[in-house]
């Protein structure tokens, strides 16, 4: 009997990938789903995610360093190197993905973004939680040629080589091509540009957990001789392309209304989202809001944050029209629904992701095992991200929130202590009142209290 169960619950972990992760959380009896996170000491934050993700006392101590580089780290990551700079740390409970519960290193200076994505995350933990998924992790390499004479004629050519071209490439990392990545393609472009006809070839090369740049930049490199003699023409260009857009993560969300509160605030969620499509200037801030959320785990896991601003403006331009990158809807229970498509080039292995310590940390708490999977996590953050923007914009508004926590911030660059800043962020949102020239008067106020 005991076999047969075992089989049984073999049978489904190797099946069912979402399953396997719900029911690993269920064995372990770990849940994202901490009520009251932020009121925690740093002590018990600390203890949570220790157990929560199997820290060691090294990481620990790693923690309590408050992220502090050592200077050989930095120095082998960029030059010109004197010192290092942190930003606050933290994480981000109650994610629950594809049947897997999370707990979210997010790395960011504004305020109320970590606390907004708790939010919007417990309320989408219903089911399956926020489901993600990303399909192989190709990039484009695209190697630019000027000077091609019949550039149509050449780019069959071209094509007609591709196994050979596809071979060179390879050869550049054979590692890669071992574990069953590499070059897998040939496409080629005839570009009209103001200064006459470019033949454009791009490599299309599956990275498996790398982000990629390094191989396909190596490979553009290698291949460009030979396209060169094949077309006649001057390799200008021999790099990848950001716009990675065949690297997409797509995610899908769906919230009660009455958690929201109510049906009148999930209706305006859903007409700010029309607006958003039907207006640039908005859909700048609405993708914003997504890009909150998605680059503060980039800069936790030490990701290619600007690649990904990059692909992601890109992308949603597309069609020639800026547009937002996620739309809400009401479905005809009641209930708003959100899907999030964009394109996420992420590593789990290679460059500053095993160099930089706390890197290296923030995906052992995570718990990811692929870049795929960090870009699901990265993409449902996101989808997280922008439903608690919109939820603010339409209801109390942005800024109550946003200045709530701000309040602190502003008692410190009016000269209090952090001990003083504490109690003058309560006199700021008891008044309501959340400016620089409040917070002085205040803390005048309050150290003469205290002298007489």
């Known amino acids: 009997m005991l076999h047969k169960l075992l089989t049984l619950i073999t049978h489904i972990i190797e099946t069912f990938s ?9 064995l372990n009896g770990k849940s994202s789903r901490i009520q009251g996170f932020h ?4 002590e018990e934050k600390v203890k949570i995610i220790r157990d929560f993700s199997n820290l060691t006392d090294d990481d620990i101590v790693l923690l309590e360093k408050w992220g502090m580089m050592e200077s ?3 120095e082998t990551m960029i030059e010109n190197v004197i010192s290092a700079m942190s930003y606050p740390y933290a994480i981000a409970p109650n994610f629950r993905i594809n049947g897997r519960d999370y707990l979210v290193p997010m790395v960011i200076e504004e305020p109320s ?25 190709i990039m484009i390499g695209q190697v630019h040629l000027t000077g091609v004479a019949n550039p149509e004629y050449k780019a069959l050519e071209v094509l007609e080589k591709r196994k050979e071209i596809i071979e060179i490439a390879n050869s550049t990392d054979q590692t890669l091509a071992s574990l069953g990545g590499g070059a897998k393609d040939v496409e080629v472009r005839v570009l009209n540009t103001e200064k006459g006809k470019v033949l454009t070839v791009h490599l299309i090369v599956n990275v498996l957990d790398a982000m990629g740049a390094n191989a396909v930049n190596t490979m553009c490199e290698r291949v460009a001789p030979l396209l060169e003699e094949l077309t006649g023409g001057r ?30 605030i999930a209706e305006k969620i859903e007409l700010a989202s029309a607006i958003a499509f039907a207006d640039p200037y908005r859909a700048a801030t609405h993708n914003k809001g997504i890009m909150n959320g998605v680059i503060a785990v980039a800069l936790a896991t030490g990701q290619d944050h600007r690649a990904i601003e990059a692909g992601a403006h890109a992308y949603a331009s597309r069609t020639g029209r800026y547009l ?12 708003l629904v959100g899907t999030l498509e964009m394109p996420l080039a992420v590593g789990t292995v290679g460059g500053t992701v095993r160099v930089h310590p706390m890197a290296k940390l923030s995906l052992k708490i995570l718990g990811v095992n692929s870049a795929k999977e960090l870009a699901e996590v990265m993409g449902a953050v996101g989808l997280a991200q922008n439903l608690a923007a919109l939820r603010a914009l339409v209801s109390e508004g942005i800024q109550r929130g946003h200045m709530k926590l701000h309040a602190k911030s502003l008692a410190v660059m009016a000269g209090a202590t952090y001990e003083e800043a504490e109690k003058l962020a309560e006199l700021m949102e008891k008044e309501g009142n959340f400016s620089y020239k409040r917070a002085k008067d205040l803390l005048e106020n309050m150290r003469k209290e205290k002298l007489h």
Request: proline share 2%; aromatic share 4%.
């Open 18 to 26: 979402y399953k396997r992760c719900s029911l690993m959380s269920a």
């Open 113 to 137: 973004v970590v606390a907004a994505a708790s939010n919007a995350a417990r309320l989408m933990r219903e089911g399956e939680g926020i489901i993600s998924f990303s399909g192989e992790q």
């Open 235 to 264: 390799a200008v260009l021999r790099i990848l392309s950001n716009l990675a857009d065949r690297r997409l993560v797509r995610v899908r969300g769906q919230v009660k209304a009455e958690a929201l509160g109510g049906r009148e």
């Open 39 to 42: 009121k925690l000491s740093h």
């Open 72 to 74: 050989r780290v930095a």
């Open 324 to 335: 937002p990158l996620s739309r809400w809807d009401m479905t005809p229970e009641g209930d």
